[in-house]
Nanobody, 131 residues
Framework: QVQLAESGGGSVQAGGSLRLSCAAS????????MGWFRQAPGKEPMPIAA???????KYGDSVKGRFTISKDNASNILYLEMSDLQPADTGMYYC?????????????????????????WGQGTQVTVSP
């Protein structure tokens, strides 16, 4: 498995910006995918952005045009640039990794449920957006 550690969360007012980082270590697959999930209180994690090994990206409708996912392959860090943040963006943000055919699910932003074991799943970082 790959170990993932998120950072960069915080509290901002509506309209503000944040950049989340996810540092990967351990058994990083050469061919794989990564994504960001947002979990609101009492709800399941929802995939909001994903990126494949070639840099192709996918965004959920709720973040399209406001969030940008990118990765630095040299340093093994995944980023999520978030702008024009809104109270609905509040939640715990997790990064995840998967590999092989499992990427087919992540790259269409499908959450495989709490019983599925992703190849990597971080501890999360909290984002709170006030009106």
């Amino acid at each position: 498995q790959v170990q993932l550690a998120e950072s960069g969360g915080g509290s901002v007012q509506a309209g503000g910006s944040l950049r989340l980082s996810c540092a990967a270590s351990g058994r990083i697959p050469r061919r794989g995918c990564m994504g960001w999930f947002r979990q609101a209180p009492g709800k399941e994690p929802m995939p909001i952005a994903a990126i494949d090994e070639d840099g192709t990206t996918k965004y959920g409708d709720s973040v399209k045009g406001r969030f940008t996912i990118s990765k630095d392959n040299a340093s093994n860090i995944l980023y999520l640039e978030m702008s024009d943040l809104q109270p609905a963006d509040t939640g715990m943000y997790y990064c995840a990794a998967d590999r092989g055919t499992a990427c087919e699910w992540l790259l269409v932003l499908f959450f495989r449920g709490t019983g599925y074991k992703y190849y990597g799943w971080g501890q999360g970082t909290q984002v709170t957006v006030s009106p």
